[in-house]
Nanobody, 123 residues
């Protein structure tokens, strides 16, 4: 099993920045990639970003390209999401996710999930 713990959410004004962190523990050698999803009120959970663990390839949803940056600190088994130029429509619960293999990453089918952290952007 892999355990994921997020931190860094909060309430900010539009245009501000936030950095989310997600620390993985347990059988971390099972992870192929880590990333983030989000779920806004009344909407389905959607993919935000991911990073492959071994070579650091990054993937982004079109809605966050140019504003969000995902990075990782492999020795710490931690992934970060730097969010700049935040918009009210970014308001959501952000979930850390981990993938077990390349196929699941391509299909955006995460195997392990964190509990989520709330990000609220006021206008």
């Amino acid at each position: 099993q892999v355990q994921l713990v997020e931190s860094g959410g909060g309430l900010v004004q539009a245009g501000a920045s936030l950095r989310l962190s997600c620390a993985a523990s347990g059988r971390t050698f099972s992870m192929y990639a880590m990333g983030w999803f989000r779920q806004a009120p009344g909407k389905e959970r959607e993919f935000v970003a991911a990073i492959s663990w071994s070579v650091g390839f990054t993937y982004y949803a079109d809605s966050v390209k140019g504003r969000f940056t995902i990075s990782s600190d492999n020795p710490k088994n931690t992934v970060y999401l730097q969010m700049n130029s935040l918009k009210p429509e970014d308001t959501a619960v952000f979930y850390c996710a981990a993938y077990g293999d390349r196929r699941s990453l391509i299909s955006r089918t995460a195997r392990w999930w964190g509990q989520g952290t709330q990000v609220t952007v006021s206008s």
